[in-house]
């Protein structure tokens, strides 16, 4: 039993933290979050030397072939530093086509997205059809030549920074479309997180350059990743607040003394570390499942991406309560990282979703898991 | 990482499964407070004859110097299976690890093996009147009469004080220093007439704990423990004693009541289905799982970091906030899913589940206030784990 990062994690960790705050510093951040791509060419370069695209994705595909534990490090930094990046779409992408893609479709497409060269993202959500997670309603039509693609996927991270798309389909299956393909149109929608863009992509008649051999099933594991992942990155999100809200308290005078000697604000403090280290403990077991003990990943998994969803939106609230007036103006960055946790609540599967396959798996059994 | 148990780890948990499932004597009896007692007292013998009791405590003074990790598993096992508490809780938790660390070789010869075998039970004098969270302020006076010291004044919640043979005091024998010093750790015999105890009834209606009055009663100075004036720090370290081991026992107590929780809600007629198809009470009970996932693994956390620095660090107190929270809400959310019967106790032909969530829902009030309040939890943790400033 030893529930710790390794050294080899503690100096991703620094390396990941020492970076991504000298790269993405506030005036940064506000650039990129007001430019038209919103995407910062520039710091995926340095990522991808860094290894970060292809980080859990196998070596033998240019990968690095390490754990969900360090991607849940990394995501955690992204999340701290409020990185507007295209890792989570093409991470996620990543581990689609390492399980879903045969071994020529990996020279292809994985090999290059695992180093940096080329980005990838999933189009899983159907305008016309269900937000819920694995639910899809595009067809896949065959017409005697292969697959004819139709219909609008929506709430597509990265599209506008992404060299292809793995789009899902009725079936459960995955395929690859070049954003430059003819009949593929992405549109971008206005989300109120400003560091993560969202577009929708239409789809006409479209020939996918490749269907992957790959079963829906295959998939679920990759999604319970990404759960993990994106509750890392809230974790990380509801760190940094913390901390914000904390240097705050301590600095802000009223009634002649710091406003955290009050314990109307300390103990709001202390309600906010108590969420942010539930949050890193729920995350960090989950990907602890993901690599070591499978078969308790779903639930772990949700658990994580449950607690995160609702600590990573929640303690940015209370941290701009704790800093008043100030804190709900555009000049302080705490809106930002209120709307990042806002969204990645409502991406992969709400805390309400997750909470309801927790209550299938808790209610089912005899009892609840017993402590090993 | 790794989250699971090591291969000696596992053997240890074996051993103590089996041995308590060869051993442990059922549940006790549902009778007053004196069978309770007696019972435990039992209980306490077979376990000291086989090794586990004190088994933080270090061999040489007849413990099984085990890990924390091994604390946590026993703590962890033993709750599972539902085995009953020692008689001697306190002396086991707290008076023992005092005596080891603070007492003289004359106390640890005198005082180490009754609290093991339960012969003499330990109770704590460090709540009074009016010094609750703000124990430091406590009145309790100790005067130097020859090589005694005569005490006079009124201790409050002190669990098992009428079975007590010693009692944790701790006492003012410098009205005139600053008030965390100027005060000493005692252990004091209770069996005097100078020493009268009288219980207070709980909201739940027992009586698990009481007032005690001392009338001049009379200590030796040879019952001093760890010195005149260092009273404090020795009370402290009584608190952080055994933390590891009560923290995985209240995490497994809670991961059975969860799954007591579900069995009723399975069980409970609601909308032509059972409440357990409910979307509300399904949300709920999901979200308590969820809550006790993370205090589970924030106490695993925790552990690993208390190994490596060696001491418990002032982060322990979010779990025993979030214990409290957690037992309080599950025990409300059982009076939710009984609906109307909710009302009915022990006693009452048509309670539910015998009254037991009645009981449950009664006796959580006290987890937000016993060992520690909430409140006073949350100023820890921003004093001490976020370093904001104090208020006084």
Redesign the interface.
């Known amino acids: 039993?030893?529930?710790?990062?390794?050294d080899e994690?503690q100096a991703i960790r620094s390396t990941a933290h020492d970076f991504l705050a000298s790269r993405f510093k506030s005036e940064r951040l506000r650039e990129i979050a007001a430019s038209e791509s919103g995407f910062d060419e520039s710091g995926w370069k340095e990522m991808a030397e860094l290894g970060w695209a292809g980080l859990a994705l196998p070596e033998e595909w240019g990968g690095q072939g390490l754990g969900t534990?360090d991607l849940a490090v990394l995501f955690e930094e992204m999340g701290y530093a409020l990185a507007p990046s295209p890792l989570l779409s093409n991470t996620i992408a990543g581990l689609a086509l390492s399980v879903g893609a045969s071994d020529e479709q990996k020279e292809r497409w994985l090999r290059p997205l695992a180093e940096g060269e080329l980005r990838g993202t999933p189009a899983l959500i159907d305008a016309d059809g269900s937000a819920e997670p694995m639910q899809f309603s595009m067809a896949a039509e065959s017409d005697g030549d292969g697959v004819v693609l139709n219909g609008v996927k929506t709430l597509v991270m990265d599209a506008a920074s992404a060299d292809f798309f793995l789009v899902a389909t009725a079936d459960g299956g995955r395929h690859i479309v070049e954003k430059g393909s003819s009949g593929v149109t992405v549109t971008p929608e206005e989300s109120i997180d400003l560091t993560r863009r969202l577009s929708s992509v239409r789809l006409e008649g479209v020939r996918p350059e490749a269907t992957l051999p790959g079963s829906g099933e295959d998939y679920h594991p990759v999604f319970l990743r990404a759960c993990v992942a994106l509750a890392a990155e809230s974790t990380g999100l509801a760190q940094r607040a913390l901390e914000m809200s904390?240097s705050y308290?301590?600095d802000r005078q009223q009634f002649g003394?710091?406003i955290?000697?009050?314990?109307a604000v300390?103990?709001r403090?202390?309600?906010m570390?108590?969420e942010t280290?539930?949050?890193r403990?729920?995350v960090?077991?989950a990907a602890?499942?993901a690599d070591?003990?499978p078969e308790s990943l779903p639930l772990?998994a949700s658990?994580a991406k449950?607690?995160a969803s609702d600590a990573g939106w929640r303690v940015p609230d209370a941290a701009i309560q704790v800093h008043g007036g100030i804190g709900f103006t555009w000049e302080h960055d705490l809106h930002f990282f209120l709307k990042r946790g806002r969204a990645n609540a409502a991406m992969f599967g709400d805390a309400?979703w997750h909470?309801?396959r927790?209550?299938d798996a808790?209610?089912a059994?005899?009892?609840?898991?017993?402590?090993? | 990482?790794?989250?699971?148990?090591?291969p000696s780890?596992e053997e240890f948990r074996d051993e103590v499964r089996s041995w308590l499932q060869e051993n442990h004597p059922g549940p006790e009896p549902e009778a007053g407070l004196d069978e309770v007692m007696a019972f435990r007292r039992e209980w306490q013998l077979k376990l000291h004859a086989a090794g586990w009791a004190g088994i933080s405590w270090p061999k040489e003074y007849g413990g099984r110097g085990a890990t924390m990790?091994e604390q946590a598993i026993f703590a962890?096992e033993a709750t599972?299976q539902e085995a009953p508490a020692p008689a001697n809780v306190l002396g086991l938790a707290m008076g023992g690890p005092v005596v080891i660390a603070h007492g003289s070789d004359e106390q640890k010869a005198r005082y180490l093996e009754p609290i093991l075998t339960g012969e003499e039970i330990w109770c704590q004098g460090f709540s009074e009147p009016e010094s609750g969270s703000d124990l430091a302020s406590l009145k309790t006076r100790a005067v130097k009469d020859g090589d005694e010291w005569v005490v006079t004044g009124q201790k409050v919640w002190t669990t098992f004080a009428q079975y007590a043979k010693w009692c944790m005091l701790v006492a003012r024998t410098d009205p005139d220093a600053p008030k965390h010093q100027g005060l000493t750790y005692f252990l004091m015999d209770m069996e005097q007439e100078a020493v009268q105890t009288r219980p207070l009834v709980q909201i739940t209606g027992e009586g698990e704990f009481n007032e005690v009055f001392f009338e001049e009663a009379r200590v030796p100075d040879a019952n001093v423990v760890g010195g005149v004036g260092n009273g404090w720090a020795v009370a402290i370290t009584t608190l952080m004693n055994e933390r590891a081991g009560l923290a995985?026992g209240a995490?497994?107590q809670i991961?059975?009541s969860?799954?007591?929780l579900?069995?009723l809600?399975?069980e409970t007629p609601a909308n032509g289905g059972t409440a357990?198809d409910d979307?509300y009470f399904?949300?709920r009970?999901?979200?308590l799982?969820?809550?006790?996932?993370?205090?589970?693994?924030?106490a695993?956390?925790g552990?690993?970091?208390t190994m490596?620095s060696g001491i418990p660090g002032p982060?322990g107190s979010?779990g025993k906030?979030?214990w409290a929270d957690i037992n309080q809400d599950l025990t409300e959310l059982a009076l939710e899913i009984e609906g109307a019967y909710s009302v009915l106790t022990r006693g009452a032909e048509h309670a539910v589940a015998g009254g037991s969530w009645q009981y449950g829902f009664l006796r959580s009030r006290a987890n937000s206030i016993e060992g520690g309040t909430t409140?006073i939890l949350?100023?820890i943790?921003?004093?001490r784990?976020?370093?904001?400033?104090?208020?006084r």
């Not at chain 2, 799982?289 to 924030?298: G, P």
């Open positions: 039993m030893y529930f710790d990062l390794t994690q534990v904390v308290a301590k003394r710091p955290g000697a009050y314990q300390s103990h403090c202390a309600q570390l108590l280290e539930n949050s403990s729920a960090y077991g602890w499942a070591a003990e772990a658990t449950a607690y309400k909470r309801e927790v209550a808790v209610l059994g005899e009892s609840a898991p017993a402590a090993s | 990482m790794d989250l699971t148990l090591s780890e990790i962890a599972r995985f995490i497994s991961q059975n969860l799954g007591r579900s069995k809600a399975r357990a979307p399904r949300q009970i999901a979200q799982h969820i809550e006790v996932e993370t205090m589970r693994l924030n695993y956390r552990l690993t970091k490596q982060e979010l906030w979030q409140d949350k100023n943790i921003a004093e784990v976020l370093g904001l400033p104090r208020l």
